[in-house]
């Protein structure tokens, strides 16, 4: 009876030992559950404040959306209007530098070809073997009026002659009987129009704007075959006719 109580107790005690670890772990387990409701507490708390926060920032718009698009609409016009105002300003200094080419490019001539006898007689004619280097060269270095004025405004050379030689009456092309009176007149009305399209004097006149300038980053060589100045109409697919 003894040997059996022995037994009996000594199983008790290894029955108790393990309710004990049983009872440990489960400890453990409820202490980590209880710190995971505590942070999800805690995050619960976090974002019910986001809620909160994004509640108060939704009803302040509802409250003011009609002022908040007043100045969304105004600071656009506003922009918007800048940006118009400062375009305006780069194309009228770019009006000024273009205006000064078609004016200086005079005294230039007449001191690069001084004591030529087309120069000393301006109703002369410059003549084949001048006239390349006065006006346009076909080949080689370009000529004076087309290195300092056609190069520099993007004007066509075959254009300009073009023109030349129908506003002089000579009839042919390229036109080396003209004058350097005639010249002068021509390059001057030339321009005056190519000034026109690059810079319509009214909304309603054929040529360029603020928006193909800015574009074209305001650099003539940037504007697209259409966009180009010519005197004598072409076919739309090339370029668009004065």
Do not use: K
């Amino acid at each position: 009876v003894v040997i059996e109580l022995e037994e009996a107790n000594q199983n008790l005690t290894v029955q108790v030992d393990r309710l004990e670890a049983a009872n440990e772990n489960l400890t453990s387990q409820v202490e980590e559950l209880e710190q995971q409701v505590l942070f999800l507490q805690e995050e619960n708390d976090r974002l019910q404040a986001l809620v909160d926060d994004l509640e108060a920032i939704l009803q302040f718009i509802r409250d003011h959306a009609e002022e908040i698009q007043e100045t969304v609409e105004a600071v656009a016009a506003f922009l918007a209007q800048e940006i118009e105002t400062n375009r305006q300003l780069i194309m009228g200094r770019l009006e000024l530098t273009y205006q000064q080419i078609t004016t200086s490019w005079v005294c230039g001539y007449d001191l690069t070809f001084r004591g030529e006898p087309f120069t000393v007689d301006p109703n002369s004619p410059i003549g084949a073997t001048d006239y390349p280097r006065a006006v346009v060269s076909q080949s080689g270095r370009d000529g004076y009026v087309e290195e300092e004025v056609l190069t520099e405004l993007c004007l066509d050379n075959d254009d300009f002659e073009l023109f030349l030689s129908n506003s002089t009456g000579l009839g042919t092309i390229p036109p080396v009987n003209v004058t350097s009176n005639e010249l002068q007149v021509g390059v001057s009305v030339y321009t005056d129009l190519a000034m026109e399209w690059y810079f319509p004097s009214t909304n309603v006149t054929p040529g360029l704007n603020s928006t193909d300038w800015a574009i074209a980053e305001y650099n003539c060589n940037n504007l697209l075959p259409e966009q180009r100045f010519f005197w004598e109409p072409r076919p739309p697919s090339t370029f668009s006719p004065i």
